[in-house]
């Protein structure tokens, strides 16, 4: 059997060997997307993989191929790239009087969209403003930029309010399981 003629010197030192295939590949690349999950936590494990589809170096193309298949990972640009991508949703909690005589009323806000450390968030793009009458099921009434917004209400009712944030990434607040505020219109 013919030597393999793979070992390599690497300062001075001839312990090292150059092998390829997937078997060597694998460690390499499922430690980049260990690397890259414990960068950015919120990703799921399509997005990692696709990402480091996206991002492998492809000296004779891009797309697959039958020599490299995606291409030769490339950590320092998944990394990157991860950094980048904001998973995580926004939140928000709206406020409102509990009580009130007046036919309008002041809705007020506030959100904010958070990420992983050194992750970049994307920031918050509208408000959505969603009330419930009496106990119905609750209707969207705006989508805004704005933190107030101000509401008409009849006397003798029940309003219950709450926003949902979603950021410019697309991830969007889930609905709370209870209102933010609730109101009752004297009447």
């Known amino acids: 059997m013919p030597p393999c003629r793979c070992r390599t ?7 090292y060997a150059y ?8 460690a390499i690349v499922g430690g980049v997307a260990a690397l890259v999950r414990d960068l950015n936590p919120d990703l799921r494990a399509v997005e990692v993989v696709r990402l480091l589809k996206e991002t ?42 509990a009580r009130t005589r007046r036919r309008t009323g002041a809705l ?7 990420a992983p450390p050194n992750v970049a968030a994307s920031g918050i793009a509208r408000y959505e403003v969603w009330r419930s009458v009496g106990g119905r099921a609750p209707v969207k009434l705006t989508s805004t930029r704005r933190t ?11 309003y219950s309010f709450f926003t949902i944030a979603v950021d410019r990434a697309g991830n969007r607040e889930a609905p709370p399981r209870r209102a933010d505020a609730r109101t009752r219109v004297a009447g």
Not at 9 to 15: P, V
Not at 57 to 80: C, H, N, Q
Not at 148 to 158: A, C, D, E, L
């Open 148 to 158: 107030t917004y101000r509401v008409k209400v009849r006397s003798g009712r029940r």
């Open 108 to 114: 007020r806000w506030r959100g904010s969209d958070t």
């Open 56 to 97: 492998a170096r492809r000296p004779s193309g891009t797309g697959w191929s039958p020599e490299l298949g995606w291409g030769i990972v490339d950590a320092a640009a998944a990394l990157r790239r991860a950094a980048q991508r904001d998973r995580r949703a926004p939140s928000s909690r709206l406020r409102a009087p």
């Open 19 to 26: 092998l390829q295939g997937t078997s060597m590949a694998t």
């Open 9 to 15: 010197t690497f300062r001075d030192d001839g312990r």
